[in-house]
């Protein structure tokens, strides 16, 4: 994610629900969390295996650098995204008292003197804010993402309200489901200034306090995790009021086990409005999953998965319940490893195969802005992406005629036609419109030839695992950004400071490409034939880094 420009548009048990088969399941977790501690992509753990009003909790790995004690029930780890759950709740607790109505709008309820440039975003309802459906972006246009360490630290009220004021400019906002910290941000910053102290005091006061939950709040305490990305620790992000809301809650494996047990009828709460209408299913269209006022939702042999995930600087997180068979599950990392998946296959969900998309063939090609910057658009499992150039494939969505919005920023693409037949597209972004000729039928990155397998590249050469053992090592670009490369299965994969792994592909010896980006890595080799730095090429731009000791 880079900030707003034309060059950066990412931006032996049969019986189902038996107690052999819970056994197994929640085994399954622990086992997912040993293999990730051994892979280096786990630091600590805390998992709570919750059944009706039982809460288990067992630790893997350490709490910090200088702590090898394994967490506990009640260690501390940053919730991320999970604190979307506890907004949510909130707007509840507010409509049950009558201080708020879903279908109040950003323009009744900003500061006076809110006039966005788009009118259509004084008209979001707090409905759309809660399920995604909104219209705005992942991210708010003018957060400054030039360092990843803590982007979200410097983001205050002012900032909120100039971000909605450029929002979807020259863009129509359309409705569609695209996940957003920006809403839900927006979402708790309004609720905040409805109840008069601001979101962080209204939490506490009206869903924090009465679930009874002990170690949730919005600092860490002495005994949180440490947070940790490739094997280092880092500081964790803060937030202010403004985008609170999105994801600044800390809180305890345990605590997170009471709020499963609040929808299992298994724990006494003072929440006052009827948490089965937090369970209802909305009329939105969110991929493979729902979405409920509060929840999404996985489907397992036709039941119900509640669910929320989460993930911040060195933190990893996964909340999610079957009432059917009355049992949740909750997973707290630091480090790496995302329990996602675990988390919901522990459940019992089976991820379905990716429908085929019914987006226009027409529009598929490559489409030239500048000479060194272009946009191509594809089909990718089943979604109409775009991508441009050293930019990963983000998905876009139809939100009028030959109009298609990005979900994860502030952009939209306009095709141009012909008689017909697409010719050239617009971007529209950051209140600028840019024109781009389709050049090709097919998107560029889509043209490029596969490999054979992770160690070979397209002119056949196999690398053995000898050689690839030789790019494994840390590589520094600057202070406090580096590369780090290891090995993975039969391949490797590589790191930037911040960022997920990713698998590189080998396209000849010492040069690898990405397959989620436009983007690739050459190695150097001093006189002796040793490692010695990497360059990366993306979008035009090539950046050096010497290998570290």
């Not at 420009?5 to 622990?30: D, K, M, R």
């Not at 707007?91 to 201080?99: F, H, P, Q, Y």
């Not at 009465?210 to 947070?227: E, M, S, Y």
């Amino acid at each position: 994610m880079k900030p707003n420009s034309v060059s950066s548009v990412l931006l032996a048990c049969v019986v189902l629900g038996s107690p052999c088969t819970l056994a197994a399941n929640e085994e399954s977790v622990h086992h997912w969390a040993q293999q990730q501690e051994a892979a280096g992509r786990l630091s600590g753990a805390a998992v709570a295996s919750i059944r009706g009003d039982d809460i288990a909790v067992r630790g893997f790995g350490r709490r910090g650098p200088d702590d090898a004690t394994p967490p506990d029930a009640w260690t501390q780890f940053q919730f991320g995204s999970i604190t979307k759950v506890f907004t949510n709740l909130l707007l509840a607790e507010m409509v049950d008292a009558g201080m708020v109505k879903t279908t109040d709008t950003l323009g009744e309820l900003m500061p006076q003197g809110f006039a966005p440039r788009n009118r259509a975003v004084a008209s979001i309802s707090l409905r759309a804010l809660s399920t995604h459906t909104s219209g705005l972006p992942r991210l708010p246009a003018n957060l400054d993402l030039s360092s990843m360490l803590d982007p979200y630290a410097s983001y205050d009220a002012a900032a909120l309200q100039a971000g909605l004021t450029i929002a979807r400019d020259r863009q129509p906002l359309g409705s569609f489901y695209a996940y957003s910290n920006f809403g839900l941000g927006t979402l708790g910053y309004l609720l905040g200034r409805v109840s008069g102290d601001g979101y962080v005091v209204a939490l506490h006061q009206r869903v924090i306090a009465p679930l009874g939950l002990q170690h949730t709040r919005f600092a860490p305490a002495a005994n949180a995790a440490t947070a940790f990305v490739g094997g280092k620790p880092v500081t964790p992000w803060s937030f202010q009021d403004s985008l609170a809301g999105a994801g600044a809650l800390w809180g305890s494996a345990e605590d997170l086990g009471r709020l499963v047990q609040a929808y299992l009828g298994s724990h006494e709460h003072e929440l006052a409005h009827p948490l089965d209408a937090d369970l209802k299913v909305q009329d939105v269209k969110a991929g493979a999953f729902e979405v409920t006022p509060v929840w999404h939702v996985a489907r397992a042999d036709g039941k119900p998965i509640y669910w929320h995930n989460g993930g911040t600087a060195g933190f990893w997180s996964f909340v999610g319940f079957r009432p059917d068979q009355q049992r949740g599950i909750a997973i707290l990392v630091s480090g790496d490893a995302d329990p996602t998946a675990a988390g919901l296959a522990a459940l019992g969900h089976v991820a379905p195969q990716a429908e085929a998309s019914a987006a226009d063939a027409g529009l598929f090609g490559q489409y030239q802005l500048t000479e060194q910057f272009g946009i191509g658009v594809f089909e990718l499992s089943g979604a109409l992406v775009a991508q441009a150039t050293g930019q990963p494939s983000l998905a876009i969505h139809a939100v009028g005629d030959d109009w298609y919005a990005y979900g994860d920023v502030d952009a939209s693409l306009r095709f141009q036609r012909s008689e017909g037949q697409v010719m050239g597209l617009e971007l529209a972004q950051g209140g600028q419109l840019h024109e781009a000729k389709r050049v090709a039928d097919v998107a560029a990155v889509m043209a490029r030839k596969p490999t054979l397998d992770a160690t070979a590249s397209q002119s056949g050469v196999s690398l053995d695992a000898a050689q690839l053992e030789q790019y494994v090592g840390t590589f520094g670009f600057a202070p406090g950004v580096e590369l780090s490369v290891r090995r993975s299965g039969e391949g490797i994969e590589a790191q930037l400071t911040g960022q997920s792994w990713f698998p590189v592909f080998a396209r000849a010896s010492d040069r690898f490409f990405y397959k989620v980006v436009e983007a690739e890595l050459q190695f150097e080799r001093d006189a002796e034939g040793k490692v010695v730095a990497v360059v990366l090429h993306q979008g035009g731009i090539e950046q050096r880094a010497a290998r570290l000791p």
